[in-house]
């Protein structure tokens, strides 16, 4: 069995980007995607060079934290006018029935995140090894990274996850929102080692996680702050270790898969 093990949002901040360093150092993180819009992409970026050898690194295409490398005026249906982006509560709020709650804008979204991809290529010196999404999305947004792909020749991490070929689980149920209690019970090991997932049998799973040392800025950018350290507790585990060596389970990156996965 091959196991592609996911985790989301590096660059957010300082802490998330150490925490997910530590899980592939220690662990079994093998795939995560750069926010090339923050501040510290350049900075995160010199922290994890020492280790693409060993994993994909993607971009997570975000346009709803922190703020946006074009300026507001070019893309004003996507940020207020300190340039920094609507929030996904904000975005929401602006989808009616009206607008068939897609109010995104093609081309100004499309602009945005083409900037973040040449951001991503000119620090990291190559092109993602894949495209994730971040966050907020509607039928918009997914037809502007299909195309981005496409002109990219890149892997869209969706279509790996909605493959016949990848067996996912369609509910993090291990997942814990809200308080800071609440978050801190989030339990991810418990969800892989009962294999609450039905991942155990498949020829090639899939599993996303939100892995990261908590800092201040993450509970200011985020819903999801505090369950990030449960999350790489449980991908630093010993335990997981000896499940993955008990089942024969190879962990992959999105490099190891095939043409079957490539923009159409």
């Known amino acids: 069995m091959r196991l592609l093990v996911q985790s989301d949002d590096f660059g957010i901040t300082p802490g998330v980007s150490a925490g997910i360093i530590y ?3 220690h662990g079994i993180i093998r795939n995560t995607g750069l926010f090339a819009n923050m501040p510290d992409a350049e900075e995160s ?3 994890i060079r020492p280790y693409l050898d060993r994993i994909a690194f993607g971009i997570d295409l975000n346009a709803s934290a922190g703020p946006s490398l074009l300026p507001h005026e070019k893309i004003p249906h996507l940020t207020h006018e300190d340039g920094t982006f609507l929030t996904s509560r904000e975005n929401r709020a ?3 029935e009206e607008n068939g709650f897609d109010h995104v804008s093609y081309d100004e979204t499309y602009a945005e995140f083409d900037a973040q991809i040449r951001r991503f290529t000119g620090i990291v010196g190559k092109k993602p090894d894949y495209l994730h999404r971040h966050a907020y999305m509607t039928k918009t947004t997914d037809r502007i990274i299909h195309d981005l792909a496409l002109k990219y020749g890149i892997i869209d ?3 790996v996850m909605d493959s ?3 067996k996912m689980p369609r509910k993090m149920d291990w ?3 809200g308080s800071a209690d609440a978050q801190l019970e989030n339990n991810l090991e418990a969800f892989i080692l009962e294999d609450k997932g039905g991942l155990l049998g498949a020829d090639t799973a899939m599993l996303v996680a939100h892995c990261g040392f908590a800092d201040v800025r993450i509970t200011q950018l985020s819903s999801y702050n505090l369950l ?3 999350d790489l507790e449980a991908m630093i585990s010993e335990r ?3 499940w993955i060596r008990d089942n024969n389970i190879e962990l992959i990156t999105y490099k190891d898969l095939d043409e079957r996965f490539m923009p159409q």
Do not use: H, K, N
């Open 23 to 25: 899980g592939i150092r």
């Open 45 to 47: 970026v010199e922290m």
């Open 94 to 96: 602006l989808d009616t």
């Open 157 to 159: 991490s969706q279509d």
């Open 164 to 166: 016949e070929l990848i």
């Open 175 to 177: 997942m814990r929102f």
């Open 228 to 230: 990030r350290l449960t």
């Open 240 to 242: 997981t270790a000896q």
